[in-house]
């Protein structure tokens, strides 16, 4: 008798997945009216606000001028907003494709019978002022002016008319290799590079209230968070105010570089691995920088940093490149290539084309495409 009751006493399973369901109904139309009420009611606030939280990744990526061409990204904190179309910014007119890259066609999966290279960088791979443009007049500039990634796609293409070729830049201003390495990872299967051509340099030895390993956590957690930042507002303000409520206890930090020696080095060999393992090929550039005397603690770091880079390369015999004209080892003479301490101008974009094709010549790395000789 007493089992009897037992059995005649338990809910049926469809019954208990329907006391379930309607559960979590409830609390996902509590979380909806909350998102609502929140959109409705509060001041947006913009994702690259909450993910950019260092001073000096404010100063180069979410201040007024600079969120015109950024928006957050919870993987990177920052990307540049898709489908700009000549957008004026810090002397730089910037155009990019539904996919963020700084590029005239869309990028996708890879078109059978294409040979595509991937620039994967920074503000130099970019094009910072590549080319310059004026506040009072910027749509006056040269068209012809471009990034080296936009030369070396120009002339590969006029040295091989019958081949379909892609060469486009994987960069972002402020980005280190931190930065590029996640980033790498994360769409080298979609994007199935046949050659790539990496390099970082000063944002990594720049200093920071935080390295890259705290402030820009890849692991899936933070990335999740930051996720949900991203699509939630409701989630965003909620975040604000805890954020506020512990900003008293902030500790004052001594700034360190971003990314130490040692993790440029192995960041590096980590890109390197992995273009092999996907089948590219790989040219790592030494990071331009313009003299030893305007700024002379930090261009004693670009060399160290450099110098590293360039041994750790040929001991593992992969190609790399380090042009003399854009380090400062030219220094008293290389101000034509320069557009300020940093960044190459358009004639230095031009060295750069110039010496990658050599390079891929020298070191027969494009198979059997024919290479030009681009004079700068």
């Given at each position: ?276 393992d996907h089948g590219a090929a790989v040219i790592v550039i030494g990071a331009p920088y313009r003299d030893s005397f305007t700024n002379p603690p930090e261009a004693q770091l670009m060399t160290q940093y450099r110098a590293w880079l360039k041994s750790e390369m040929q001991q593992s015999q992969m190609p790399y490149l380090e042009i003399l004209e854009l380090t400062e080892a030219a220094g008293t003479v290389n101000q ?41």
């Amino acid at each position: 008798m007493q089992n009897q009751t037992a059995t005649s006493n338990k809910i049926p399973l469809r019954r208990r997945l329907l006391y379930i369901g309607f559960i979590y109904v409830v609390f996902l139309l509590l979380l909806l009216s909350v998102e609502i009420i929140t959109r409705a009611t509060m001041t947006r606030v913009e994702s690259l606000d909450m993910f950019v939280n260092t001073v000096q990744q404010k100063m180069q990526v979410a201040g007024l001028q600079q969120s015109t061409i950024f928006e957050g990204d919870p993987l990177l904190l920052w990307r540049l907003k898709p489908n700009l179309d000549h957008a004026y910014w810090d002397f730089t007119v910037v155009s990019t494709n539904a996919q963020s890259f700084r590029a005239d066609y869309p990028i996708g999966a890879k078109p059978a019978g294409t040979f595509r290279i991937v620039c994967l960088g920074d503000s130099v791979t970019f094009g910072y002022r590549v080319p310059p443009a004026w506040p009072e007049r910027p749509k006056d500039y040269n068209p012809e002016w471009q990034p080296f990634p936009m030369l070396l796609e120009k002339e590969l293409r006029k040295a091989n008319p019958n081949r379909s070729i892609e060469v486009f830049p994987m960069a972002v201003p402020g980005y280190t290799s931190h930065q590029g390495l996640a980033w790498l990872r994360h769409d080298i299967s979609y994007l199935q590079p046949d050659m790539v051509i990496a390099s970082f340099g000063w944002n990594d030895a720049s200093l920071s209230d935080a390295p890259d390993r705290e402030a820009i956590d890849t692991r899936w957690s933070p990335v999740a968070i930051r996720w949900l930042i991203d699509h939630s507002q409701a989630f965003t303000h909620a975040t604000r105010w805890l954020r506020s409520r512990n900003s008293a206890a902030a500790v004052v930090r001594t700034p360190v570089p971003r990314v130490s020696q040692q993790e440029y080095i192995d960041n590096f060999n980590a890109i390197v691995r992995l273009a092999k393992d996907h089948g590219a090929a790989v040219i790592v550039i030494g990071a331009p920088y313009r003299d030893s005397f305007t700024n002379p603690p930090e261009a004693q770091l670009m060399t160290q940093y450099r110098a590293w880079l360039k041994s750790e390369m040929q001991q593992s015999q992969m190609p790399y490149l380090e042009i003399l004209e854009l380090t400062e080892a030219a220094g008293t003479v290389n101000q034509g290539f320069f557009g300020e301490l940093i960044h190459p101008n358009h004639i230095g974009h031009r060295l750069m084309a110039s010496e990658l094709l050599k390079l891929m010549s020298q070191r027969h790395l494009l198979g059997d495409m024919n290479v030009p000789v681009f004079v700068p």
